[in-house]
């Protein structure tokens, strides 16, 4: 796949942007419907995620940019999470997730997101799909 791109947008350097503050959000657990198997559609199972989000700037106490409360990503995640549909795939949900905190949280810049079903496949720790976006390539596929 050498040259392939899915999408005509800018590609995430983790090189030239892993400096900044980050938040994370370390294998965080919700029930939801996500799978290609039919038993997958009718029944909820665990998908775990862990993300790190990147600051678009250094947040300061009292300053004028928005910051990140944590405890309304986690509980914000989990309601949309929980209250969509069946997914089938865990590409799909990773860029769903990204999607959801680039529009509900403007600070962030840069994301990484990761997801497993743990009950995937017998010994196999982890199974998952992992994604690097950044605002910019949100914004690109977006329109």
């Known amino acids: 796949m050498s040259g392939h791109r899915m999408f005509n947008a800018p590609v995430f350097d983790a090189a030239a942007n892993s400096r900044g503050m980050w938040v994370f959000v370390d294998d965080m657990t919700v029930e939801m419907f996500v799978g290609i198997h ?4 009718h029944e909820r199972q665990p998908v775990t995620f ?3 989000l990147r600051y678009g700037y250094l947040p300061v ?9 944590y405890e309304c990503l986690c509980n914000d995640l989990s309601v949309f999470l929980e209250g969509k549909p069946h997914t089938r795939l865990l590409e799909a949900l990773a860029l769903e997730i990204a999607g959801f905190i680039f529009v509900k949280w403007s600070a962030i810049d840069e994301l990484v997101v990761v997801l497993h079903k743990p009950k995937a496949r017998k010994h ?5 799909v992992e994604l690097r976006w950044s605002r910019l390539d949100y914004e690109a596929q977006a329109r």
């Open 50 to 52: 862990s993300l790190e």
């Open 61 to 69: 106490e009292g300053g004028a940019h928005d910051f990140v409360d």
């Open 124 to 128: 196999s720790r982890r199974l998952g």
């Open 38 to 41: 039919d038993h997958e559609h």
